[in-house]
């Protein structure tokens, strides 16, 4: 059995595509096997929804009279990055004032824009001939700006670390509140729903792809950073430690606060709620068996936050069934766990996603270009310019 | 019977043994559940359980030693709106009262079974969590 995405396309546009959840395609796998199910149903919707820190928006705010060329800028008290053209800047989700106020980062200035509300732009500059202006206190709001774009350079993480913490003291990570003597652990996946776990070599997750990010419609544009796909495996192909990720571009004034959030962890900072949707083809058997895991064939490590280092050994490999079943063992003890992936809107967004495909108002795309295979993970070291060269 | 309270005392009040006399002459069992205690006095949140009648007059021995008592109700509030149901909390609740129901897939809050701890405050991302205390 083999679909071309064009087949798949037509099916969309004529309105009887056949899609399904990715809760719903494991079901109906696991009920019928995976060649019917390639042959029956065309479309596998994913989600995921998350606390994701390397998200942004980049505005253009329109130009003033007289003009300026700002160089610092702040929306509600938050600095954006303008080293850009004149009104152009982009405001960072893990940003923040300058009393370190975690409850009120760039991330909530985001969702309060998403809200409808307007945030308060600040602005100075050194004043040039053709942008004399040297300062401006305004308003803006999704309403008054140009461009509202959300660009992410790295969302959606295939897998991820659980953490737990050995040390005497409660840690503040941005995996949480860990508690002292693996008082808990928290993990960061929405597993079996997420977008990459059900493709885990990017066949049809490409540059390109057209995604649900945060309520509207997306595309995957690049590669995410730290994008690592040489990972350990297991034996169906799904990473067992973070690989893949993708970076993400949408229109801010289609998204809405209820798959875009301003999340604080304290002691850490702010960070950005963010849900993702991509649909999978199921172009063949290979895409039906890939989009048939489970959590019980995905595994995780497990790793002890109290060690401050980037080389930490990993205590031991779990599978996302054992951290769904709200309890895992670690050095003999029983250890609660927490997620901070929600289950909930993950579903949501999934479902959602089905239905607009369904409508014909959401249409899959092809990858323009698939992500390199070859791509490593570098650490930073103190180096010299000779060594760096 | 079961009842959570709140205890504001002055620094006077603070040198007397009111927990001991609690469990003592009125037969109480007393878990803290919070205590805030200084030079200036402090604020305690029991739950006393006993017999209704050893309630009352339990609190009526507090308030005579200038012991400001305060029955609440709810001690932690969790705004709906603002949840995601990750369930960050879910692992740090020592009560259990925040659960994750895997059918929904939401987290769960049972009131009756939380102690006002205030563990979930600043673990919850989006804030939904308020203690009212």
């Not at chain 1, 993480?157 to 860990?178: C, D, E, F, I």
């Not at chain 2, 009040?13 to 007393?30: D, R």
Request: glycine share 10%.
């Amino acid at each position: 059995v083999s679909k071309s995405y064009d087949e798949i396309k037509k099916r969309i546009a004529d309105g009887d595509v056949v899609v399904m959840t990715a809760d719903e395609f494991k079901q109906y796998v696991r009920a019928n096997g995976p060649r019917k199910a390639a042959k029956e149903v065309d479309v596998v919707t994913t989600g995921t929804f998350g606390a994701m820190c390397s998200s942004g928006a980049y505005f253009n705010f329109g130009h003033s009279d007289p003009p300026i060329k700002m160089q610092r800028v702040w929306m509600d008290g938050i600095p954006a990055y303008a080293g850009l053209a004149a009104v152009d800047a982009y405001l960072g989700a893990t940003e923040l004032d300058e009393t370190n106020n975690m409850m009120h980062g760039g991330a909530h200035v985001i969702e309060d824009l998403v809200r409808g509300k307007a945030v308060r732009l600040k602005a100075t500059a050194y004043g040039t001939d053709c942008y004399p202006r040297k300062e401006i206190d305004t308003f803006v709001s999704l309403k008054t700006v140009n461009q509202a774009v959300l660009m992410n350079v790295r969302n959606c993480y295939q897998n991820y670390a659980v953490a737990t913490n050995s040390s005497p003291r409660t840690l503040y990570t941005y995996m949480g509140k860990l508690l002292p003597e693996y008082g808990n652990a928290t993990f960061s996946s929405a597993g079996e729903l997420s977008p990459l776990l059900n493709d885990p070599y990017y066949r049809t997750i490409g540059i390109g792809t057209r995604i649900f990010l945060g309520g509207g419609q997306g595309f995957v544009i690049w590669e995410g950073t730290q994008f690592n796909p040489g990972v350990p495996r297991t034996p169906g192909g799904v990473p067992k430690r973070p690989a893949g990720s993708l970076a993400v571009i949408g229109d801010l004034k289609q998204m809405s606060p209820e798959f875009l959030r301003g999340l604080t962890f304290t002691r850490y900072g702010s960070s950005l709620g963010v849900g993702i949707g991509v649909p999978i083809p199921i172009l063949d058997e290979e895409m039906a068996k890939a989009c048939a895991v489970t959590n019980d064939q995905i595994l995780a490590g497990v790793f002890d936050y109290s060690q401050p280092t980037r080389s930490r050994g990993v205590l031991r490999e779990v599978t996302y069934a054992e951290l769904r079943s709200g309890e895992i063992s670690i050095k003999n003890k029983q250890v609660p766990t927490s997620s901070l992936s929600s289950l909930y809107k993950a579903r949501q967004i999934a479902s959602i996603l089905k239905n607009r495909i369904a409508k014909g108002e959401f249409m899959i795309e092809k990858p323009v270009q698939s992500f390199s295979m070859d791509r490593v993970f570098k650490p930073l070291d103190v180096r010299s310019e000779k060594e760096a060269m | 019977l079961k009842t959570k309270v709140v205890l504001n005392f002055s620094p006077e009040a603070a040198n007397n043994p009111i927990t001991h006399n609690l469990i003592a002459k009125y037969h109480l069992l007393v878990n803290i559940l919070r205590a805030e205690i200084d030079e200036i006095g402090g604020k305690m949140v029991l739950e006393l359980s006993g017999k209704a009648d050893d309630i009352r007059k339990g609190i009526d021995y507090l308030k005579s030693n200038g012991v400001g008592v305060r029955p609440i109700k709810e001690g932690v509030r969790r705004d709906d709106d603002v949840c995601t149901h990750c369930g960050m909390c879910v692992s740090i609740c020592p009560t259990k009262a925040l659960a994750f129901d895997p059918k929904t897939g939401k987290v769960t809050f049972t009131e009756e079974r939380c102690v006002a701890c205030g563990v979930c405050i600043d673990a919850c991302p989006p804030r939904a969590m308020e203690i009212l205390i």
